[in-house]
């Protein structure tokens, strides 16, 4: 299940927009329940991280850490 968390990972990346749990299943090949398991993974991964794993209306995606975010802004600059 390990070898997983880099796909999970490159596909919300690669996402921009919240990706589905059903697509994510799909996308991945697993049931739910080896999804949750592995955006529990990712979530402990990321812990010291800049970004973060984010569950919204719409599904799962990457984030940038509010504490990160001054600096993400000054890119748009």
């Not at 398991?37 to 991280?49: G, K, N, Q, V």
């Not at 990160?68 to 600059?77: D, M, N, P, R, S």
Request: charged share 30%; with cysteine.
């Amino acid at each position: 299940m390990n070898e997983m968390k880099k796909p999970l990972e490159a596909v919300l990346f690669a996402g921009g927009e919240p990706v589905s749990e059903k697509q994510l299943c799909s996308i991945l090949e697993v049931d739910e329940e080896a999804l949750h398991e592995l955006l529990e993974a990712l979530e402990r991964d990321l812990e010291t991280r800049g970004i973060m794993l984010q569950e919204t209306a719409g599904g799962w995606q990457l984030v940038t850490r509010p504490e990160c975010f001054a600096y993400v802004e000054k890119l748009a600059e």
